[in-house]
């Protein structure tokens, strides 16, 4: 009986992490905003006048 | 990935990072704000960042400290919420009786913040039980538990323990759960 028991939650287990990753997997695919691909250009040219101050 | 340069190497986890913040906010407003303050911080401050550690972690702890300290300040503990999770649906569930996707998204939606991120931590995105409580903040031990209880209440809101819905799942978990002694009728 608790062979079956340990069976079955690990198949639940595992049935829930096989769904949280294709959750996840849907989520990573979601577009980065404009406001961070526009903050990571700010960023990368604060870098560059820092370096042509040098 | 280690010979990337740290602020290149960070371009590298934006995807998930972005995952972990909708998983976490269930709102893009309050994702987007979280991952900007995120961003700015950890470019800001790529000097405190140790080479060959786990970027990912240190990145997604600053997004979620970020997340609970501007929740508290609102002193609110129910956010708004949108339906990132359903609008997010990219794989058309399949139409063999197995449990639908959306079904899966919408009671995950239902969680507590602290269980739905030890379940997106641990079971999605593969930290140890051990990182993601030093990302928490907590006890390994506290980790365990909130993934248990997280694990307990998509059970039920599943019904997954109906033996009905688990053979139901059986198809679709099989393929990855492997052998398992008992017949499956």
Redesign the interface.
């Known amino acids: 009986m608790t062979s ?1 028991d340990d ?2 939650s ?21 577009e ?2 404009d ?2 691909t526009d ?2 250009s700010v ?1 990368r040219a604060q ?1 560059d006048a820092k370096k042509d101050e040098k | 990935m280690s010979t990337l340069e740290p602020k290149d190497e960070l371009l590298t986890h934006l995807p998930a990072l972005r995952a972990f913040a909708l998983s976490l906010t269930r709102n893009r407003a309050t994702a987007d704000d979280m991952m900007q303050d995120t961003v700015l911080k950890a470019w800001t401050n790529m000097d405190k960042y140790k080479a060959g550690t786990n970027m990912r972690a240190w990145l997604f702890t600053i997004l979620r400290n970020n997340f609970y300290s501007s929740r508290r300040k609102l002193n609110r503990e129910v956010a708004d919420v949108d339906n990132i999770f359903s609008d997010t649906l990219s794989v058309k569930p399949d139409h063999d009786g197995r449990l639908q996707m959306t079904d899966f998204k919408q009671a995950f939606d239902k969680l507590p913040d602290e269980q739905r991120e030890a379940l997106i931590l641990v079971g999605a995105s593969g930290f140890s039980y051990e990182e993601a409580g030093e990302m928490c903040g907590v006890a390994t031990g506290t980790i365990k538990s909130r993934v248990n209880r997280g694990r307990i209440k998509l059970t039920e809101l599943l019904r997954l323990d109906d033996d009905e819905a688990l053979e139901l799942t059986d198809r679709a978990t099989m393929a990855v759960v492997g052998n398992f002694g008992g017949p499956s009728k």
């Open positions: 079956n069976q079955k690990a198949k639940i287990a595992k049935y829930i992490d096989e769904n949280l990753k294709q959750v996840f997997s849907d989520l990573e695919r979601d980065l905003p406001r961070i903050l990571l960023l870098d």
